[in-house]
């Protein structure tokens, strides 16, 4: 029989509320037992008191609530426990939860897990629930919540239905085939899978911004010495998250921020001042770390010192292209930086800054947001976002190219089978049982 489970379903700690979540054929009946009042109506609030069926002891007054299956989040009987949020409540209450045979603490995800395995949600609808609790900007909510909501599910879904029209089609042609007729994809199938396939490869096509909205974009930043680019580091990040000091070569490690840039999630790196000269191996693992970090950068910010005009670093400037936001930083130490300020540097217009007054700081989070905007940005069609759906989209494709080569309608109407089971996948419509303890593993206990 499937165990009840349950799991404090808010953050850990002390709160004004916390949640306990219990779920499973024995979720109505551990409610009862934790009071004396009669079962709250399904739906309805009702304050209890809950007390430790072992001793009696009172645990707190809560709000109880109780979902009847299948009308419920998991699709099973579920009980919410709102306690007040002390940690001793939260304690109390989840040992006497422990102590009633048959239930047990959740694994990460297994609220979520149940909810796909009784059809209330399909696999893009689950991974939506974990990257809507992970989301920190609202550009990632909104992505969430879109695919919370079921947009990629049925995209993936409306293309595997025209896969299994055009297999319906493919057999057809099998069964009534003509000798003398050359083989492979007929002419009435041949277009949908020919459109089909382009719709899926401008799906994958979209430079991995559905990815890349989940786990920010990196943005790092370079230049010499001393040009101040842990100052800026701090300035973006308004707080001193990076050692700065008036010796070249402070920084070694590359030091991250998370920052929220206009909406979008950005993970913002500081590097070590590049030179050829460097004083020791530290520092030289430093800059091959740097230079590293800025070859992986989706966006790089080239800092120079504008107090050194008109000397403009030319390792610095070698590093400048299409992916890259020029800054002349210490304009606030330039008293005629009018008359000294290049009006481009390796054709891009400087954004001229100081990181210790903040002038300038709205105008490179502007041109930091254009950048997200232009890289992550989701248009109005579902976006691809993980690994996973990638790799079976790029499976399908695969087996589609072959469809359309096959040189038998047997073979094609194979790859087309194979093609619709990689969007199967996706979706968790199909034989998806080894891939389900991997995709859970990343929820939180609770979820
Ligand atoms: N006047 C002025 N000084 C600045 C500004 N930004 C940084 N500095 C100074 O420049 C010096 C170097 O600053 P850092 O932020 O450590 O420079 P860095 O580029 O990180 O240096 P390394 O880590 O050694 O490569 C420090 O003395 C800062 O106070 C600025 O906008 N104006
Ligand atoms: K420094
Ligand atoms: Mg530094």
Not at 112 to 119: D, L, P, Q, S
Not at 300 to 315: I, Q, R
Not at 345 to 360: E, Q
């Amino acid at each position: 029989m499937t165990a009840t489970i349950f799991a404090l379903a808010t953050a850990p700690g002390r709160s004004g509320v916390a949640v306990v979540r219990v779920s499973g054929p024995d979720a109505a009946a551990t409610l009862a037992a934790l009071t004396t009042r009669p079962l709250p109506e399904p739906r309805r609030a009702a304050l209890v008191t809950l007390r430790d069926p072992a001793t009696g002891d009172p645990l707190d007054d809560a709000l109880a609530l109780r979902f009847v299956a299948p009308a419920s989040f998991t699709g099973e009987d579920v009980v919410e426990l709102h306690l007040h949020g002390g940690r001793a409540v939260v304690a109390g209450v989840i040992a006497a939860l422990a102590e009633r045979p048959g239930l047990r603490l959740a694994e990460p995800g297994e609220f979520t897990r149940r909810a796909f395995e009784h059809g209330k949600l399909d696999l893009t609808e689950a991974e939506a629930v974990a990257d809507l609790i992970d989301a920190e900007t609202t550009a990632q909510r909104r992505q969430a919540l879109r695919q919370m909501d079921g947009a990629l599910g049925r995209l993936y879904d409306g293309w595997r239905d025209r896969l299994t029209r055009a297999l319906a089609h493919l057999e057809a042609d099998i069964d009534f085939a003509d000798e003398d007729l050359p083989g492979g994809v007929s002419d009435a199938v041949r277009p949908v899978i020919e459109t089909l396939r382009a719709e899926i490869a401008a799906h994958l096509n979209d430079g991995g911004r559905g990815e890349r909205l989940r786990e920010g974009l990196h943005i790092a930043i370079v230049g010499a010495p001393n040009a101040g680019k842990s100052s800026l580091l701090n300035a973006l990040a308004r707080r001193d998250a990076a050692i700065v000091s008036a010796r070249a070569g402070t920084t070694r490690d590359v030091i991250e921020v998370q920052l929220d840039v206009g909406g979008y999630p950005v993970v913002l790196a500081d590097t070590a001042g590049l030179r050829e000269a460097a004083a020791d191996e530290v520092e030289e693992e430093g800059i091959r770390r740097a230079r590293d970090r800025a070859a992986r950068a989706d966006v790089k910010v080239a800092v120079f010192d504008a107090t050194a005009l008109p000397d403009l670093d030319p390792t610095t400037i070698a590093l400048i292209d299409g992916d890259t936001v020029v800054v002349l930083n210490k304009i606030d130490a330039c008293p005629d930086m009018a008359a000294v300020a290049p009006p481009t540097i390796a054709g891009a217009v400087p954004v001229l800054l100081s990181a210790r007054s903040g002038t300038g700081l709205r105008d490179l989070e502007e041109r930091l947001t254009t950048f997200s905007a232009d890289r992550l940005a989701v248009g109005s069609a579902p976006s691809l976002t993980r690994a996973r759906h990638r790799a079976a989209l790029e499976e399908c494709r695969v087996a589609l190219d072959r469809a359309l080569t096959a040189p038998l309608p047997e073979l094609a109407a194979e790859d087309v089978r194979l093609a619709s089971r990689a969007l199967g996948r996706i979706t968790g419509r199909v034989d998806v049982e080894d891939l389900l303890d991997i995709i859970f593993r990343d929820f939180c206990i609770g979820k």
